[in-house]
Each structure stands twice: as structure tokens, then as C-alpha cells.
């Protein structure tokens, strides 16, 4: 399937220190998508990467994607309390399926 | 607003009463699903919808049905609920599959 994988599956961090999360997937992709999810609530939709994409940014959000090592990362700076989230990676192939998987847990310690 | 509709947002119910779900939306999306999230599992799609009269199974569709009758409109129907599907349930759509998603803001199911 083109389920990713979050890894780690928790961090911890200090408030004002970067974050990083990374994302692997098995096929090929057109595009992945990363999204955040406060506790209990609707995914909120951050950033979609094509396959032609290297880089982008938004905001204090950067995303990489390696499609020779079929992974992304994603990095967020200068981190907040207020990103204290699971956030998750989705690769869009060319099924019609969207497949999340089991995120990254971070915690954003003020 | 643009937004994702779910209704109820909270639902208590037993074994084997049947019960719908609502979801809609206002941004004539095309694209529209729906997820279960469990924990330790993540979310797995239930089914999705490309376009109206058009739907399919995702990764978990046993014991649930859909129909998409409307553009707007997603109802998740649970025929014959069981404790097996007590989870918290997100409605979702997008203009198309490789275009941002837009999700509800739950329905937490417990199931007796």
C-alpha cells in the first residue's frame, strides 16, 4: 500500500528548539502530503510536496522529500507549546486511496 | 465558512441498532471519505467517494455502508453496530484525491 511511516513515534521537545519527523514510504508516489492533529480533533491539512519537489517551505515549516529514498522530512522551527500535535505523513500514488499512518507524537514543552 | 459538517459529534448506543453518521460539505469537493482513528492504529479509510453515485471501498469498509447521493453530502450508515466499532470517525473531502483534505471534527462512537 502507500501508507508512510512517522518516525519517531514520540518526541519531546523544549520550546524555541527545531522538531523533526520523518516519513517513509514503499511506492512510488505523485505527491505527499503532511497534516497535524491536535488531540481529538480533525487533521489540519500543512504542506503538500510534488515528486518533482525537493524542498518548500511555509511559514516555520520546511518539507524535504527524497524520492530515490523514498522518504520526506518534515522540520519545524523554532517550535511552540502550540505545536504540541501528532502530525502524519499521507504519499498520494495513483490509487484513489489515502492512507495515513500512525504519526508523530510531539510534545512541546514551554 | 468553508467547512466539514458531522453530526452527531458524540453517540452512545448497543449492539445491533442500526445508525447513520451525517457529513457534508460546502466546497462543491468532489473527493470525500471517511476515517476511523484508533489508537495505535492511526486512521484507516472506511470509504471514499470520487464523485456522486461513485463509491468505493478503503482499508476497513466490513460493517459499514455509504451512498453519495449528493455532492455535499457522505452519510456513514452502520447497519448492525457492533463494540468492534466503537473509534472516533472523521468525514473528509477534497477536490480531488491529490488535493489537500478538508476533515470534520469527529464522532466519537462507543458501541455497548
Known amino acids: 500500500s502507500q501508507q508512510g511511516e512517522e518516525d519517531p513515534q514520540a518526541l519531546s521537545i523544549q520550546e524555541g528548539e527545531n522538531a523533526t519527523m520523518n516519513c517513509s514510504y514503499k511506492?512510488?508516489?505523485?505527491?505527499l502530503q503532511w497534516y497535524r492533529q491536535n488531540s481529538g480533533r480533525g487533521l489540519v491539512h500543512l504542506i503538500l510536496?510534488?515528486?518533482?519537489?525537493r524542498e518548500k517551505h511555509s511559514g516555520r515549516l520546511r518539507v524535504t522529500l527524497d524520492t530515490s529514498k523514498k522518504s520526506s522530512s518534515l522540520l519545524i522551527t523554532a517550535s511552540r507549546a502550540a505545536d504540541t500535535a501528532s502530525y502524519f505523513c499521507?504519499?498520494?500514488?495513483?490509487?484513489?486511496?489515502?492512507?495515513f499512518g500512525t504519526g508523530t507524537s510531539l510534545t512541546v514543552i514551554p | 465558512e468553508a467547512q466539514v459538517t458531522q453530526n452527531p459529534r458524540y453517540l452512545i448506543t448497543v449492539t445491533g441498532k442500526k445508525l447513520t453518521v451525517t457529513c457534508s460539505q460546502n466546497?462543491?469537493?468532489?473527493?470525500m471519505s471517511w476515517y476511523r482513528q484508533d489508537p495505535g492504529l492511526g486512521l484507516r479509510q472506511i470509504y471514499y467517494?470520487?464523485?456522486?453515485?461513485?463509491?468505493d471501498k478503503g482499508d476497513v469498509p466490513e460493517g459499514y455502508k455509504v451512498s453519495r447521493k449528493e455532492k455535499r453530502n457522505f452519510p456513514l450508515i452502520l447497519e448492525s453496530p457492533s463494540p468492534n466499532q466503537t473509534s472516533l470517525y472523521f468525514c473528509?473531502?477534497?477536490?480531488?484525491?491529490?488535493?489537500?483534505?478538508?476533515f470534520g471534527p469527529g464522532t466519537r462512537l462507543t458501541v455497548l
Open positions: 499521507a504519499p498520494g500514488g495513483g490509487g484513489n486511496q489515502f492512507y
Open positions: 510536496i510534488r515528486s518533482n519537489e
Open positions: 473528509a473531502s477534497s477536490l480531488s484525491r491529490n488535493n489537500e483534505q478538508f
Open positions: 467517494s470520487m464523485n456522486v453515485e461513485v463509491t
Open positions: 511506492t512510488s508516489i505523485n505527491n
Open positions: 466546497m462543491n469537493h468532489e473527493y
